[in-house]
């Protein structure tokens, strides 16, 4: 959805990680050793975060029949801070909490991609948990009453890119952008121009951003499609994928606040989620139009949607 296009001349390291392929581009090539705490970081992040891991600290929370105290580790505070504004923001349309709505959309750790019945979709709907309501958090501790299926994938892999840039620092890396398939962070002397990957057509973009010392965070309904109209981003507050928006960019000083916010894009009034966050961002709608912030540094090269003031 966003890709680097003049980091030409640098050393360029490629691996997969969470489910998705990671690009480090950085002046000088990496230390092996360096490489390796990388590595070591995301297998660690997989661990306790993935829903597709039985082993995972988020699978102990869906298997507990009766709840129970979860230990996180300290990144959680972070997200779960996050998670309680943008829920606040959304009006509960961004939710950690949308796991079960999502499995039952077929998107579940067996990867079935077929939907249940719609009886049963509506009914969990109607029964279904809320961050606001049905956990209790002291720090990075949950505390449950009954079986919760923890998804943060709307601003998970941006924290990991945040995890990750704080390790690079740590080495005295003084330029780098870290690309998690969508989700950048710059850091650096000089701007990077980044292309904004039309989501039905890889090979063209809508248009471009200048990047520098900040994050910039995509999202688009067909990254993760099985069926029609069945797409992973998700409206918790109806368990059905939204409509209306192909694509979101968000640009924020850390990756965990513009993932977030890319995916509150899809349902949320940006002018409303100004009021919580400082950002700037680009729609692309279904109808074709785009709609950019007044302060995105960028252009765009498709129809305008009427212009916001922000």
């Known amino acids: 959805m966003s890709s680097a296009t003049d980091t030409e001349g640098r050393s360029r390291w490629s691996f997969h990680g969470i489910g998705t392929r990671w690009e480090v581009v950085t002046s000088e090539p990496l230390a092996q050793d360096v490489r390796d705490h990388v590595l070591e970081r995301v297998e660690r992040f997989n661990a306790v975060w993935s829903r597709f891991r039985p082993d995972s600290v988020v699978a102990e929370i869906a298997a507990a029949e009766n709840g129970g105290v979860f230990a996180f580790p300290a990144e959680a505070v972070t997200l779960f801070e996050l998670f309680d504004r943008l829920s606040a923001a959304t009006d509960g349309a961004v939710d950690p909490l949308v796991g079960r709505q999502l499995e039952l959309l077929g998107y579940d750790s067996a990867y079935s991609l077929v939907p249940a019945p719609e009886d049963l979709r509506r009914q969990a709907v109607h029964q279904r948990p809320t961050w606001a309501a049905d956990v209790v958090r002291e720090g990075g501790t949950l505390v449950t009453r009954r079986p919760l299926v923890v998804d943060v994938g709307a601003a998970g892999k941006g924290l990991l890119v945040d995890l990750i840039a704080v390790l690079l620092e740590a080495t005295g890396a003084a330029e780098f952008v870290i690309d998690a398939s969508g989700d950048l962070r710059h850091r650096g002397a000089s701007a990077v121009r980044v292309g904004l990957e039309h989501p039905l057509d890889p090979r063209s973009v809508i248009g471009v951003v200048e990047l520098?010392?900040?994050?910039?965070?995509?999202?688009?309904?067909?990254?993760?499609?099985?069926?029609?109209g069945l797409h992973h981003v998700l409206d918790a507050r109806t368990g059905e994928p939204v409509k209306g928006v192909l694509a979101t960019w968000a640009l924020a000083a850390d990756a965990a606040t513009a993932d977030g916010l890319a995916t509150?894009?899809?349902?949320?009034?940006?002018?409303?989620?100004?009021?919580?966050?400082?950002?700037?961002?680009?729609?692309?709608?279904?109808d074709g139009r785009a709609e950019r912030s007044a302060r995105f540094p960028g252009e765009l090269f498709t129809r305008p949607a009427p212009p916001d003031s922000r």
């Open 212 to 228: 520098q010392n900040g994050s910039l965070c995509a999202s688009a309904t067909n990254r993760r499609a099985w069926g029609d």
């Open 264 to 286: 509150a894009l899809f349902s949320t009034d940006p002018r409303r989620l100004g009021q919580s966050f400082r950002f700037s961002h680009v729609r692309l709608f279904a």
